[in-house]
């Protein structure tokens, strides 16, 4: 039987799959440590309430309705969302806290998206705990300071000639890894993202989806600047219940073609679920594969292309690959069959595939891709770059170095030792199942009077 549950845990996610899947992952984990789990979720490309029938779902208006996400108009989505959800939030807030004193429970904290600024003021005004949860690495965040570094140093334009220079702060960072063009000025809209993104104002804590093992410098060096408690309790997906979290259908079917294939054969081709390429990037990498020889399984979302070359490709591959518009990922990469991935290096991504023991082909586009890159090619020594994306040879060669030559079988051993590291991790005594103690502990610590509103 279900103990009753005292303490309710209030999660506010950011509705960008890469932020959505690893909160509803810890939601998963706090509901199994015996919390009580709601959901104040956009009404925005919302959760699915059916995969997660053990939480309370509740929507907040956006006046988003037929807004579609695009990697130029990110930062649009973010502020409309900042800007139309506090009162909503808060009006529900405080009505979830009445209705739960009459039942003699109590909202122990609420759980925000380190990118959804509101929640912050919501939770102060409330006397509630708020805690940010980074669903990055620590090494992003780190970027972010440096670029206001940057910025207030006034060495922003920073000259194209020198990116390739190692920033000896962040090693292994490039200055042409940071998050951001800086051989441009920063536009006041970017600036105040970034400003907004690295201070978390009155949160009492950061949870982190990364492990002390990968990150032991970064975050200690972060802590020392943010000075509240850290929970690096990565990979989240790991300890978390295998539930989809998906936005789009998974095509399943993809999983009985793999079957029929040999073990490490395939190269696994997905690209997140906001990027697109154009014509050309997409006939040349359907050369590249066809030139290879190299049995693939490749996402092609709909909306994915920018263009409609999508028969030229299926002609060039053949009956040697198999495309799907959506994939169950974590399913794919726990097959034998797969051999590598071909990634944007989004921090899901990049968790599942180690987590697999999976070596990466790394295509960055955006955001926290770069700096994952660099660490998987540079630092960790799991993953090659893509070159090239408009040429079919190194696309071919690219491929190649990672599934045939003695290379790749190198690259392979090194990311299965990566594996058993966080494997490591997870198990009793380890940095993440400490940290998880901890963070149980820390939540259940909060005391009866932070429903007092007024």
């Known amino acids: 039987m279900e103990t009753t549950r005292k303490h309710i845990v209030v999660l506010v996610p950011l509705p960008l799959q890469g932020h959505?899947?690893?909160?509803?992952?810890?939601?998963?984990?706090?509901?199994?440590?015996?919390?009580?789990?709601?959901v104040a979720h956009s009404?925005?490309?919302?959760?699915?309430?059916?995969?997660?029938?053990?939480?309370?779902?509740?929507?907040?208006?956006?006046?988003?309705?037929?807004?579609?996400?695009?990697?130029?108009?990110?930062?649009?989505?973010?502020a409309a969302i900042n800007s139309n959800s506090g009162a909503l939030l808060e009006e529900y807030m405080v009505q979830l806290i009445e209705d739960q004193k009459l039942q003699g429970n109590q909202v122990a904290c609420i759980i925000h998206d380190g990118l959804l600024f509101f929640v912050d003021s919501v939770?102060?005004?409330?006397?509630?705990?708020?805690?940010?949860?980074?669903?990055?690495?620590?090494?992003?965040?780190?970027?972010?300071?440096?670029?206001?570094?940057?910025?207030?140093?006034?060495?922003?334009?920073?000259?194209?000639?020198?990116?390739?220079?190692?920033?000896?702060?962040?090693?292994?960072?490039?200055?042409k890894d940071l998050p951001d063009?800086?051989?441009?000025?920063?536009?006041?809209?970017?600036?105040?993202?970034?400003?907004?993104?690295?201070?978390?104002?009155?949160?009492?804590?950061?949870?982190?989806?990364?492990?002390?093992?990968l990150e032991h410098s970064a975050l200690l060096q972060l802590q020392q600047h943010y000075k509240v408690p850290f929970f690096p309790i990565g990979p989240l997906h790991k300890i978390a219940a295998a539930t989809s979290t998906s936005f789009l259908e998974?095509?399943?079917?993809?999983?009985?073609?793999?079957?029929?294939?040999?073990?490490?054969?395939?190269?696994?081709?997905?690209?997140?679920?906001?990027?697109?390429?154009?014509?050309?990037?997409?006939?040349?990498?359907?050369?590249?594969?066809?030139?290879?020889?190299?049995?693939?399984?490749?996402?092609i979302r709909p909306d994915y292309?920018?263009?409609?070359?999508?028969e030229i490709v299926k002609a060039l591959v053949g009956e040697r690959g198999l495309i799907v518009k959506w994939a169950p990922q974590r399913e794919v990469l726990a097959h034998?069959?797969?051999?590598?991935?071909?990634?944007?290096?989004?921090?899901?991504?990049?968790?599942?595939?180690?987590?697999?023991?999976?070596?990466?082909?790394?295509?960055?586009?955006?955001?926290?891709?770069?700096?994952n890159t660099r660490y998987l090619t540079s630092v960790w020594k799991v993953g090659l770059e893509m070159e090239s994306v408009l040429d079919r040879g190194s696309i071919e060669r690219t491929i190649k170095?990672?599934?045939?030559?003695?290379?790749?079988?190198?690259i392979r051993q090194r990311m299965l030792a990566m594996k058993e590291k966080l494997e490591g991790g997870l198990q009793k005594g380890g940095s993440s199942y400490e940290s998880l103690n901890d963070l149980t502990q820390f939540i259940t610590s909060f005391s009866a009077n932070v429903n007092k509103i007024g």
């Open 20 to 38: 959505l899947t690893p909160m509803l992952q810890l939601g998963s984990i706090l509901h199994s440590k015996g919390f009580s789990i709601v």
């Open 401 to 410: 170095r990672l599934m045939v030559d003695v290379e790749g079988k190198e």
């Open 123 to 175: 939770a102060t005004h409330l006397k509630i705990p708020g805690i940010v949860l980074r669903p990055s690495l620590a090494a992003f965040m780190q970027s972010y300071h440096y670029i206001l570094q940057l910025h207030a140093q006034n060495l922003i334009p920073f000259p194209e000639s020198r990116l390739l220079e190692p920033i000896p702060e962040l090693y292994p960072l490039r200055f």
């Open 336 to 371: 034998k069959a797969v051999g590598g991935f071909w990634s944007h290096c989004g921090w899901n991504s990049v968790m599942e595939s180690i987590c697999e023991g999976v070596p990466m082909i790394c295509r960055p586009y955006f955001g926290d891709q770069p700096v």
């Open 305 to 310: 292309v920018n263009g409609s070359p999508l």
């Open 250 to 299: 998974e095509d399943q079917s993809c999983i009985s073609w793999l079957d029929k294939q040999a073990p490490n054969s395939v190269l696994y081709i997905s690209l997140g679920s906001i990027a697109i390429v154009d014509e050309k990037e997409l006939t040349e990498t359907a050369w590249g594969l066809a030139n290879s020889g190299i049995p693939f399984l490749w996402v």
């Open 43 to 78: 009404e925005f490309r919302p959760p699915n309430p059916k995969n997660h029938p053990e939480f309370i779902f509740q929507p907040l208006s956006d006046n988003l309705s037929g807004f579609q996400a695009t990697i130029g108009n990110l930062l649009d989505l973010i």
């Open 181 to 213: 063009k800086i051989t441009f000025e920063i536009r006041k809209q970017l600036l105040d993202y970034f400003i907004s993104s690295v201070n978390i104002n009155s949160s009492v804590a950061i949870i982190w989806n990364t492990t002390d093992s």
